[in-house]
């Protein structure tokens, strides 16, 4: 017995230094870097900057970059410290993506800008896991991205801002070496879908344009970037945000549950709550959900049009509630 006991005792200890060991080996090798290879097209890739291009570019970014990348005092895409991010991820900024030669992202060529939206991953290799890769949308809103970032926008305009390298935390580090990977660049041509396909729009839209199911599923821990509908609690909501100010605001259940989710709403008021922020119960809906003020009608229509087909989910999720 007692022989028994120091045998389990001596593989407890081997157990417990192993995994000392492994956690110390995750915290100096830090978030992994990758290698930067830019395949021939890309390497030439000049996008198309006409007018309509940088509109529709201005009009992704108010809905997808701004509130990750503005300097809230200066409106200027300088990026800031991104409070809103969960403690354990450590101190965060989001980089200044001015026309800045040195402290943006001036001297990047569209070929490499492309490469950084989808992959995120960087010339030198760093990978942000912030960000993770827009590897769903269409190389046409792509295109139209590159195209704003070098427009005349006067948020754009360069800047010197500088930040110093982000120092993730372990929790970071251990998802970087485990389930957040770069997505691979798309092998073939990524087209938006028929827009006389209401539905097929709508998920475009929600998952691949604007990105409202990783707020909308259970956890970000848990989402499947490369197949949306895989992630655990899909539109089912819960996943517990933080606004600026460090508060929890679990995002909401947006599937068709009648009593959980939204499966009671007119159609009005789906838009209004999404274009405008406001809640049909009263009042407004809080960070980080924020206005879609940009949406058209149509895209409205056919977002809720694609969530009818989503698989409904009973969650009730305690909504926040600000402190008077
Ligand atoms: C959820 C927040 C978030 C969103 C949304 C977001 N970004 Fe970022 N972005 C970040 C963070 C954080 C970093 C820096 C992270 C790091 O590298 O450690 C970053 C870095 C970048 C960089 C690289 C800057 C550098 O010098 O390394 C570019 C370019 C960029 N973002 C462009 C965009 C564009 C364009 C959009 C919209 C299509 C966008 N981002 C949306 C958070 C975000
Ligand atoms: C950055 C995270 C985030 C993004 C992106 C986001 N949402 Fe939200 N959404 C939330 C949070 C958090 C709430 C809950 C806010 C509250 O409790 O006041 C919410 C609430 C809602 C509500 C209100 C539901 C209710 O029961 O009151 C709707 C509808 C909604 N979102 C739809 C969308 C759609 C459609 C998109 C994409 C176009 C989207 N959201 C993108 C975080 C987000």
Redesign the pocket.
Known sequence: MKRLFKILAYILGAVVSLAALAAAFIHFKG?PTYAFELPEDLASLQVPRDSMAVAQGAK??SM??????KDFNTGKMT?HI?TD?PKEFGV??????TQDKIH??GE?TDGE?YY??RR?V?KDG???????G?NLMSDRDIHA?IA??RSDDPSLAPDPKEYP??Q?NFLVKLLCNTVFTPPVLPSAPVLAPDSTNKVALGKYLADGLY?CYPCHCADFKTMDTKVPERSVGYYGGGNPMLNYEGETVPSANITMDKETGIGNWTIEQFREAVKFGKNPKGGPLYYPMFPHTALTDNELDAIYAFLQTVPVIKNEVVRYKPKD
């Open positions: 978030v992704i970014a997808l970059c701004k509130e990750c990348h990026g991104m991010l965060v900024a989001s980089y200044n993506i943006g992202i990047w800008i950084y939206l995120s960087r760093h990978y942000n896991p912030i960000m993770g827009f991205i704003w970032l390298e982000n993730y990105n």
